[in-house]
């Protein structure tokens, strides 16, 4: 038996992929069976759900938990983002709803705050909010929906976020994060001009050698993960880019490591070296602009615009965009006026 597994829980798009090749004696098996022998930190209610999810192929083809399996079938299976060891205490943490329905929620997220539990954070997460907001909702009380995650965005970057209310849901979402079907687009402010209009940057990336914090970018398609991200310029400032980013992978910090391996850091991204002034000139006002700036964004300029995907229930194409938050959209007006007042800027 060969057997692949590829563990994602680093990621921004929360799921397992396995991949098992039957060996020749094995007997006739039902397929949740054999898959639950080789799982062993996967119950059979998450096997089930990703069966009903469409989530188990044999062959290249969906399978019903009854099929049995062959002697050379080639099995793949995606798995929803495990349940969490230990439990999530409510607290009672503003969030910004703005939909929701008995499958999913969509919230708009602000800065400063860690998606789930752990490496330090253990509350006043926004797995913390919303435990507390579906025990104090009547209609999710009543239906007993639990908040289960989809993806995550970084701690200061801001925007939409999708979250399943059920197992099943969470399980058809991991799908299309998976199948990478999943809309998703991001607003940027990056250091530099651009060279081009619209690109594509691609690189494997995997957590640096020098700094576990970080993650860096690799031409050994042996190391880390597949990535590409697309980009298009919506504003020159000169020394600043405006881009817009459209994620065909959604890795670990993939935008700011992306763009600080072309030498273009997300502005004030202080993990990725962005918090430096780095372009423009030596002039103290100038110093002392940039300075202001990074006061009034004190976080990477990273904004999760919109989010489209299918809704796991009513197979519905479903669509949420954000505006940039006030921080973001201040620093901009500023730039602005500073080009406008320096039309002669070149770098």
Request: net charge negative; hydrophobic share 35%; with cysteine.
């Amino acid at each position: 038996m060969n057997e692949l597994n590829e563990h994602t829980d680093e990621s921004g798009e929360l799921y397992e992929h396995y991949r098992f090749k039957v060996d020749r004696g094995q007997a006739p098996l039902r397929i949740d069976k054999y898959l639950f022998s080789k799982l062993s930190d996967a119950s059979r209610n998450r096997i089930q759900n990703a069966s009903k999810a469409g989530n188990i192929l044999v062959n290249d083809e969906p399978v019903k938990p009854n099929y049995k399996v062959r002697p050379l079938d080639i099995i793949t299976i995606v798995l929803a983002y495990p349940p969490r060891d230990t439990e999530i205490y409510p607290e009672n943490i503003p969030i910004n709803v703005v939909y929701e329905d008995r499958e999913v929620l969509v919230l708009n997220k602000e800065s400063g705050m860690v998606v789930h539990p752990g490496h330090g954070n253990f509350s006043g997460t926004l797995l913390n909010a919303l435990v507390y907001y579906f025990l104090n909702t009547p209609e999710n009380k009543s239906a007993d929906a639990k908040p289960f995650l989809a993806h995550r965005i970084d701690k200061d970057t801001t925007g939409i976020l999708l979250i399943a209310k059920n197992e099943l849901a969470q399980s058809k979402l991991a799908r299309q994060f998976y199948d990478h079907t999943i809309d998703r687009i991001y607003i940027a402010l990056v250091w530099g001009d651009l060279p081009d209009d619209e690109g594509t940057i691609t690189g494997n990336i995997a957590r640096s050698g020098r700094d576990r914090t970080v993650m860096a970018i690799y031409d050994d398609e042996e190391i880390g993960r597949h990535a590409v991200t697309h980009y298009r310029v919506l504003e020159r400032f000169g020394y600043v880019t405006l881009v817009e980013c459209k994620l065909e992978t959604g890795r670990t910090h993939q935008i700011r490591a992306h763009f600080k391996h072309i030498g273009h850091p997300l502005f004030n991204d202080a993990k990725y070296g962005g918090d430096e002034i780095l372009r423009g000139t030596t002039f103290t006002k100038y110093k002392q602009f940039v300075q202001n700036c990074f006061s009034l964004i004190p976080r990477q300029a990273l904004h999760a615009k919109s989010l489209g995907f299918i809704h796991p229930a009513t197979r519905e194409h479903m669509l949420f965009d954000s505006e940039l938050p006030e921080d973001f959209q201040t620093v901009l007006e500023k730039w602005r006026k500073y080009t406008q007042r320096n039309e002669e800027l070149r770098i």
